[in-house]
């Protein structure tokens, strides 16, 4: 069964940074996409980014990316580690929220990738991050 096992998250100021780590576990498969999305408490879930790769981290990778993180976030990944990592920079207190890691097998985005829930198959547990002012 897969796992994914997020970390990084924690108290940070505002206009600080931050680096999340996301691990999946118990496949013996690289997902084709890895990703991240958020819910702040009483919130929605909402979309963060994703990052498809055919290869190691050497390979770079598409990447997509929710206009209210553009510029201040960036996905990236190893693929022969299965990790994906999100660095956060410039945070807001909008930002707080539990972040949680997903994974799609048969997914590839681009810069015109529309996100849906139902594209990841698998998520993570969440890793709060709280952003003080």
């Known amino acids: 069964q897969v796992q994914l096992v997020e970390s990084g998250g924690g108290l940070v100021q505002t206009g600080g940074s931050l680096r999340l780590s996301c691990e999946a576990s118990?496949?013996?498969?690289?997902?084709?996409?890895m990703g991240w999305y958020r819910q702040a408490d009483g919130k929605q879930r909402e979309y963060v980014a994703a990052?498809?790769?055919?290869?190691?981290?050497?390979?770079?990778?598409?990447?997509n990316y929710a206009d209210s993180v553009k510029g201040r976030f960036t996905i990236s990944r190893d693929s022969t580690k299965n990790t994906v990592y999100l660095q956060m920079n410039s945070l807001k207190l909008e930002d707080t929220a539990v972040y949680y890691c997903?994974?799609?097998?048969?997914?590839?985005?681009?810069?015109?990738?529309?996100?849906?829930?139902?594209?990841?198959?698998?998520w993570g547990r969440g890793t709060r991050v709280t952003v003080s002012s």
């Open positions: 997903v994974a799609a097998s048969m997914l590839f985005v681009d810069g015109d990738y529309r996100p849906s829930d139902a594209d990841f198959e698998s």
């Open positions: 118990g496949s013996d498969f690289s997902f084709n996409t």
């Open positions: 990052i498809s790769s055919r290869g190691g981290i050497s390979s770079g990778g598409s990447r």
